[in-house]
């Protein structure tokens, strides 16, 4: 079978939640029998979205090769329940660094080179290759950014180009938009939509589907000025209104009829889809009365999408159990400057997790946090940078070591506990040069970390840091019981848990990243059950 494409564009807004449906879609698709995978195209000239900062593009999502990608590859690996590559995220940098390349190797000698045709070809060509290398039936493409952008006009023009030279039977086109509630009146209006609609046609693709996200569910009135000024039949006009859990999105969908139109207009056999898993966690999650309340210590706080995979991973591990997460936002950086009192937050939660990150602001923060929640006994989680400022604080406060800290921070500190990994010596360049991917780590017989992965020797997570725990201070700390569960590769801490605790534990990797709604991470789960059993006594 040849290799078919969807692609999944937006109008209006960023942050309509194309990435969910770009997910929706694959799932749909996957739950026929067919085999899908899911390619995100971010339009902007970074090569990956290693060096950026959580408040210009969310999370950075960790792929088992190592990629630093977009967070919507979290979207769409939870969704279908796989892992994807780093070739799965294309960007700009990415495409212009393969055609500089190209030039300068004299592949296109005697040719002045173009954005159509080389960049669009090169564009085309890296798509064609992620859909061989996983031998998808269908492929799933996410362009990222909003119709009219300039910067993506050349992944639009490959899309056109792609549709022209397969077939419309082979390439289907789905767009997003935004069809706003006027709270003053009621109404949905449809009118940014059908400039979008306009925009895109302008470009050359006419939508072949239409999702509206909207506050409330489509209207009659609004899918018929749809249908009339996008120039598509209303049949193929599906309504995303504001759901409780984004794992709503491929039932609604579906339940609308969207599978079929996706089989017919891309000439597939329909097979009714077994959904009845994915409705079950639904339903679970959405008729869950029982709530944990969670304090989650970060310095991007503003942005919760900072944290996007962490999120997802509490709810599924909350969804095992029937409850549902009740985040308590903690930054950092207001704990640091006075004006947040974390003894209040202490007394109203049931645990706290404390959040990766880097730099310098909001570290006495976090310290001061980490030491509140100890010192009240409450179950704390700490990932990769949470880890590592649970050993500063632990070192500060109980090994009475005043001046401990990370070189990070304190490259002079006379207690330098966490340190530079030795293969991170001398890098200068920052572009994916971290400890990145999956890596095993080896785990203490009779731990409590042991315990909760089921008692198997080693377990593979996805890793994304500079530092490391120094092995040096590992003797002080297992003599008051901070003890290490999980060693490296290379032979340094990689789990470290305080015995006696209920819960009291931190990672240097992320298991957040391979959370999944119906196989949620054990390390989540373990958390979320240590949160019930302090209730319950």
Request: charged residues 25%.
């Amino acid at each position: 079978m040849v290799s078919k494409y969807v692609f999944v564009t937006g109008g209006v807004l960023s942050g309509l939640g194309k990435g969910v449906t770009a997910a929706s879609i694959a799932l749909l698709i996957k739950s026929m029998g067919y085999s899908v995978t899911a390619i995100k195209i971010d339009p902007y000239v970074n090569v990956d979205a290693g060096t950026m900062n959580p408040y210009m593009h969310g999370e950075v999502f960790v792929t088992e090769d190592g990629g630093e990608t977009d967070l919507d590859i979290g979207h769409y690996e939870r969704f279908l329940d796989v892992n994807l590559s780093k070739d799965n995220n294309i960007t700009t940098g990415k495409i212009y660094s393969i055609v500089i390349e190209k030039e300068r190797r004299g592949d296109f000698l005697g040719q002045t080179v173009q954005i159509i045709p080389h960049v669009t070809d090169e564009i085309k060509n890296q798509i064609e290759l992620v859909a061989r290398k996983y031998g998808s039936d269908v492929t799933v493409v996410e362009i990222g950014g909003t119709v009219g952008d300039i910067e993506g006009l050349p992944f639009l023009e490959a899309a056109r180009q792609l549709r022209l030279e397969r077939g419309p039977e082979n390439v289907l086109f789905t767009h997003v938009v935004l069809v706003p509630r006027l709270s003053t009146s009621g109404e949905l209006k449809t009118k940014p939509a059908q400039h979008s609609m306009q925009e895109l046609r302008r470009i050359g693709i006419q939508p072949d589907v239409l999702v509206a996200r909207s506050s409330t569910p489509l209207t009659d009135e609004a899918r018929r000025k749809l249908s009339l000024f996008g120039n598509l039949p209303a049949t193929h006009i599906f309504s995303n209104p504001d759901v409780e859990v984004i794992y709503e999105v491929p039932l609604k969908l579906h339940a609308q009829g969207l599978t079929k139109v996706l089989a017919e207009r891309l000439r597939l056999d329909y097979v009714e889809p077994d959904l009845s898993l994915w409705a079950r966690y639904v339903n679970k999650f959405v008729n869950s009365e029982r709530r944990v309340r969670i304090a989650m210590v970060g310095k991007y706080t503003r942005l919760t999408d900072s944290y996007l995979s962490i999120v997802e991973a509490l709810k599924h591990a909350g969804t095992s159990f029937g409850v549902r997460p009740e985040l308590v936002w903690v930054e950092a950086t207001e704990v640091e400057k006075g004006t947040l009192n974390v003894e209040d937050i202490a007394g109203s939660v049931e645990g706290a997790v404390i959040l990766p990150g880097f730099g310098e602001r909001g570290v006495e923060g976090k310290i001061n946090a980490i030491r509140v929640f100890r010192e009240a006994e409450i179950p704390v989680f700490g990932i990769c940078f949470g880890l590592q400022l649970m050993v500063v604080e632990f070192a500060r406060n109980v090994l009475g070591l005043s001046n401990a800290h990370t070189t990070e921070v304190d490259p002079e500190t006379p207690h330098p506990v966490v340190d530079l990994l030795s293969s991170q010596r001398g890098t200068i360049v920052k572009g994916g040069t971290m400890r990145l991917g999956s890596i095993e780590v080896k785990l203490v017989p009779g731990t409590l970390a042991w315990r909760i992965y089921g008692g198997v020797g080693v377990v593979s997570e996805r890793h994304r840091h500079r530092y490391q725990i120094n092995p040096a201070y590992l003797k002080a700390f297992e003599e008051n019981d901070f003890v290490v569960s999980g060693f490296s590769p290379e032979g340094f801490p990689e789990v470290m848990e305080l015995k006696n605790r209920k819960f009291y534990l931190g990672v240097q990797y992320h298991p957040e990243f391979k959370s999944r709604p119906l196989r949620p991470s054990p390390i989540f789960t373990a958390f979320i059950n240590a949160l019930l059993d302090s209730r319950r006594s």
